[in-house]
């Protein structure tokens, strides 16, 4: 558990940043289209390690997962343990979050081995803020969470002193999928089904700050009752029109959170930059 301290003494200053959807694996086709570009993700993610390191040197990096493109176990094994040597090069504390596609093929005890034994665990306490995560599972057909995960989270919620930051792999949020390239009419396989549960108890804590989520393969900021709910690109979506080469995204994003704001900018191709105040 993280020491407790009152929220008083609390400096509450935090710059998180974000990869999602690495998708480490073959190139992809959706619906006609080129859509993962996976042969690129390890140079890539060694791009993004290198600039967190020199550059940003952010107080904590979150996976959010699919780091892999799943195949089948050896080939998963041994991707994954790739993805997890380039992010074990990062000077900055690290936590994982599992996303569907690493669980196709991998068990808890496969990623527990291969994140090895420096990877965090949530719940987390970094610059004055508790940083909490949600597991989710995604199907074909649905997306949901366990029952112990939503009495774990609610758990950790009552005991939080001070503000919280929410990561999960699949959306909590109530987005227009309208022009989603692979959710479009298909909101049962990318937001969970527990999603107005979890809000609730979210907005009756009265201690979320931000919700951080993936899966989506867009960068978007959807607030709901106060609470932004923010979803980062993957690092290998092709992003060209489809009558030009393929392009990756190349995204991750880094959030920095005050006292009363929150302030998200999206690098790579398709730049986004978010600052919302507490009491907007």
Known sequence: MPEHRT?????????????????????????????????????????VVTALNDRVRP???VHLGDAIEDVDRATDLHAYGEVMASLQR???????????????NLGPDDLARLQGPAALAA??????????????????????????ALA?????LALADRPVVLFTHQSLAEPDLTGNPWFEGYPERCLLEQRAEV??????????RAVIGGHLHWSRVQRIAGIPYFTVQSLTENVAAPDLPPEAAA????????????????????????QLDAAD
């Open 7 to 47: 929220a008083k003494d609390a400096p509450s200053s935090l710059r998180l940043a974000v990869v999602s959807d690495i998708h480490h694996g073959p190139r992809t086709r959706f619906a006609g289209e080129v859509r993962k570009l996976g042969e690129l993700a390890l140079p890539l993610l060694d791009e």
């Open 59 to 61: 107080d904590l990096v």
């Open 90 to 104: 990062l000077d900055a504390p690290l936590l994982h979050v599992t996303g569907n596609h690493d669980e196709v």
């Open 123 to 148: 719940p987390l306490d970094r610059g004055g803020f508790w940083v909490l995560t949600l597991a989710g599972h995604a199907t074909a057909t649905r997306c949901w969470c366990e029952p112990d």
């Open 152 to 156: 774990g989270l609610a758990a950790q």
């Open 199 to 208: 809000r609730r108890l979210l907005e009756q804590s009265g201690k979320v």
């Open 251 to 274: 995204a991750w994003a880094l959030f920095e959170l005050g006292p009363t704001t929150v302030r998200c900018r999206i690098a790579g191709a398709q730049p986004e930059t978010w």
